[in-house]
């Protein structure tokens, strides 16, 4: 194992120190391992909070910021956080208008916020939640029951984010969550595994000439195993499963194709420009886009396609301002 680390116990306390020393707009508790706004919690603005197992980088930390999340909180790489560390992230943004909690749709990260939403209430902190399980890749897998929430986490937390800085009421942005959730579908497809630090060899064995469609951000198996194939097929095996979820016939959609940590830029622009080229064959207009690695698993190669469905209302609040560490567009 190469990795530019310290020592493997270390690695999420010495990121966050990383954090904290280059962004001096975000506040960093060390002690429960969040990153907040550092104008958190703004007055009469419904909090966003979300978080999950590190090593998924930018998400979620790098998405704290004007126009989407207001606190995120760090787990052990691949192992939810804490119900005491969501705890004091949701009091920590709680500006008296509530927050909303932002899951993806794994176990312990849904127990945990569910436990920590119980205790917020407790204290008179009125707290909402939205499960994101937008993967056609499983029904259930060894983490969830249910779909896996993996990269429209980010669509979710930026449109939500916007509603929120609208001014909008706590069920309102809620609804908002949820609407983008039922709407987005996302299929991956990994070329390699990834190597947990404290584990220090790769998490499953994938030969040269395979890759795994359908995989989970944190190296669960998926659909299945099946031969190396030029980009222009990976595109039709990950999109033939979304578009049989979601109609989309003659619809407007958000396109995002998310590196999952070991691809270029250049491979997931030749990805785009596949996934383009069947949506419009498919009849479906690509309005919104983007590409990069939002979402990833570690240094694991590979690639996810999500599309989202929009109307005038999503489309407005995803091109609404934004400025965090990853998204930055509109001020």
Sequence with gaps: MKKLINHPSDVVRDALAGIDAAYPDLTVDHELRFVRRADAPVAGKVGLLSGGGSGHEPLHAGL?????????????????PVPDQILAATRAIDSGAGVLHIVKNYTGDVLNFEMAAELAAESGIEVASVIVDDDVAVQDSLYTAGRRGVAATLLVEKIAGAAAEQGRKLADVAAIAQRVD?????????????????????TFDLP????????????????????????????????????ADLDLAGADVLAFVNGLGGTPNIELYVMYNEVAAILAKAGVRIARSLVGSYVTSLDMAGCSVTLLRLDDELTALWDAPVQTTALRWGR
Excluded: K, N, W, Y
């Excluded at 704290?64 to 939810?80: I, N, Q, R, W």
């Excluded at 039922?182 to 990994?190: H, I, T, Y």
């Design 182 to 202: 039922d709407l987005s579908r996302s299929m991956g497809v990994a070329l390699t595994s990834c190597t947990v630090p404290a584990a220090g060899r790769p």
């Design 64 to 80: 704290v910021g004007h126009g989407m999340l207001d606190a995120a909180c760090a787990g052990e790489v691949f192992t939810s």
């Design 208 to 243: 040269e000439t395979e890759m795994e469609l359908g995989i989970g951000i944190h190296g669960e198996p998926g659909r299945r195993r099946v031969p190396l194939a030029p980009a222009a097929e990976i595109a039709e095996q990950l999109l033939e499963p979304v578009l």
